[in-house]
């Protein structure tokens, strides 16, 4: 379970690029390639800043327009399923 103190970072292996509404996600090692939607995007570029998981989803609430129980739940789980698929992971807590 992801903690709001954690901070987590794209793993090594990992690129990304932004492809108008939605974005693309290239896992080298393994050749798999992950298409996400533009605020699946805009978590992976808000975690280039570093920013812990509760100032990531402090930035989306301030971005998006959505109760904070439905934004937490949603992103928690999206945030372990990266975790889960090697396209982010853990640096500090």
């Given at each position: 379970?992801?903690?709001?103190?954690?901070?987590?970072?794209?793993?090594?292996?990992?690129?990304?690029?932004n492809i108008g509404d939605e974005g693309v996600v290239v896992r080298q090692t393994v050749g798999e390639?992950?298409?996400l939607n533009e605020i699946g995007i805009r978590v992976l570029e808000l975690l280039e800043a570093a920013?812990?998981?509760?100032?990531?989803?402090?930035a989306l609430d301030a971005e998006y327009d959505i109760d904070?129980?439905?934004?937490?739940?949603?992103?928690?789980?999206y945030l372990q399923e990266l975790v889960d698929a090697g396209v982010i992971e853990q640096v500090a807590a």
């Amino acid at each position: 379970m992801i903690e709001a103190n954690v901070i987590l970072k794209r793993c090594a292996d990992t690129r990304y690029r932004n492809i108008g509404d939605e974005g693309v996600v290239v896992r080298q090692t393994v050749g798999e390639v992950l298409v996400l939607n533009e605020i699946g995007i805009r978590v992976l570029e808000l975690l280039e800043a570093a920013v812990s998981v509760s100032g990531l989803l402090d930035a989306l609430d301030a971005e998006y327009d959505i109760d904070r129980v439905t934004l937490e739940r949603d992103v928690l789980a999206y945030l372990q399923e990266l975790v889960d698929a090697g396209v982010i992971e853990q640096v500090a807590a």
